[in-house]
């Protein structure tokens, strides 16, 4: 019977707490997310625990590199420790550590809207936002500046669909994105020329209001699209801006640009044709005398 031989090698104490403090900020993360989504609690006690959670993560990073030293120099285990925390913690920083890099890059804006001079308004959504949220205003001359100078390509859909298509390739695509329509007005004529106001269109503009979300914190962007008759069709605008933060790190700019992109293509999808359904023959009808022969 061969005796069981036990690994009696003492691990390295900075190795086991490193593990413990990123288990810990991973679990801290998961929290913070959770309360972001589901909107719980206020934004700033559930960014402040998810900031916590990501000062953690790099202690466990520091940590594992510090075991790592140890583990060598000493010749004791730990080894899987240290790796796992190591792991852990550059997962957690690996997403913030590249948003870092884009807001060095990007202007400090969190409005973008294709429209400057006269951006689309908020209405509905102008009630429904928290005090401390971002001024639902436009920021002005400053912000469109920032904005032409990092997203030049952002500019007016130009299209020669009537502002009813439009408004419905608007409708299709935000509701296959899924998401929250809190306002829609479609594009209406208005009132006959001759009792028309002056400077009233002939077709009042189409306007919807609607919440978008980020992909992992679900942070609550709003977004409002117009829909204007132009002398060729239609022009569609588009505004996105952020709840909350300074810095959108481009999440607005590229929402606008894949929104303008997905209503093109639907409208250069043709619309389905219907086959004609042909009329039905009605049953003939035999003559009384016939059919009381044959019966």
Not at 59 to 79: E, K, M, P, Q, Y
Not at 119 to 128: E, N, S
Not at 251 to 274: E, F, G, K, M, Y
Request: proline fraction near 8%; charged fraction near 25%; hydrophobic fraction near 45%.
């Amino acid at each position: 019977m061969r005796r069981r031989i036990l690994n009696d090698k003492p691990v390295s104490r900075l190795a086991i707490w490193a593990r413990r403090v990123s288990l810990f900020s991973l679990a801290a993360t998961l929290v913070a997310i959770i309360i972001v989504r589901s909107g719980a609690l206020d934004i700033v006690p559930a960014l402040s625990t998810l900031g916590g959670a990501l000062v953690l993560a790099c202690v466990a990073i520091l940590l594992a590199l510090a075991s790592c030293v140890t583990i060598w120099r000493d010749g004791v285990g730990g080894g899987r420790h240290a790796a796992t925390a190591f792991v852990i913690g550059f997962a957690l920083i690996a997403y913030p550590a590249y948003l870092g890099i884009k807001a060095y890059r990007l202007p400090a804006i969190y409005d973008v809207t294709t429209d400057p001079i006269d951006p689309p308004q908020f209405d509905v959504i102008a009630r429904l936002r928290p005090r401390d949220a971002n001024p639902v205003a436009y920021a002005g001359l400053y912000a469109a500046e920032q904005q032409n100078s990092a997203y030049p390509d952002i500019a007016p859909d130009e299209t020669t669909a009537t502002p009813q298509e439009a408004y419905n390739a608007v409708m299709k695509v935000i509701a296959k994105r899924r998401w929250r329509i809190v306002d829609s007005r479609p594009p209406q004529a208005s009132l006959p020329r001759e009792t028309r106001p002056s400077g009233d269109p002939a077709v009042r503009d189409g306007l919807i209001e609607a919440i978008a979300r980020t992909p992992i914190l679900g942070f609550r962007d709003d977004v409002v699209v117009r829909v204007r008759a132009t002398t060729d069709g239609s022009r569609i605008d588009v505004r996105s801006a952020s709840r909350y933060g300074r810095h959108d790190f481009g999440t607005n700019a590229a929402r606008v640009r894949n929104l303008i992109d997905s209503v093109d293509d639907v409208l250069a999808t043709p619309a389905p044709v219907r086959p004609e359904k042909k009329p039905v023959a009605p049953p003939s009808r035999q003559p009384e005398g016939k059919a009381s022969a044959k019966r």
